[in-house]
């Protein structure tokens, strides 16, 4: 059974700096895309980040320039590093398999982001 445990969110004022760390289990992480996702507080969950199994990126329009999305797979384990953050940044950060599969491994917890101003 697949489970992706996040981790490394926090409280940050703005315009600092947070990594978040994301280790999967079973075999999701090593062939799939990975991708980073966040919901805030009365909004749907969207889609912040990807990174194929190669190392290719792509990233939402709101955080390009100031986010960067990697992996190890010898690690299984997925990351985003988050610069000068904003106070819309805050929100609870989950991870999965990237947004143009159709289906996806059961959520995790997620890590709570939270941005002051």
């Known amino acids: 059974q697949v489970q992706l445990v996040e981790s490394g969110g926090g409280l940050v004022q703005a315009g600092g700096s947070l990594t978040l760390s994301c280790a999967a289990s079973g075999s999701i992480f090593t062939r799939n895309a990975m991708g980073w996702y966040r919901q805030a507080p009365g909004k749907q969950r969207e889609w912040v980040a990807g990174i194929t199994s190669g190392g290719f990126t792509t990233y939402a329009d709101s955080v390009k320039g100031r986010f960067a999305i990697s992996r190890d797979n010898a690690k299984n384990t997925l990351y985003l590093q988050m610069n000068s953050l904003k106070p819309e940044d805050t929100a609870v950060y989950y991870c999965?398999?990237?947004?143009?599969?159709?289906?996806?491994?059961?959520w995790g917890q997620g890590t709570q982001v939270t941005v002051s101003s």
């Open positions: 999965n398999v990237d947004r143009f599969y159709v289906s996806r491994a059961n």
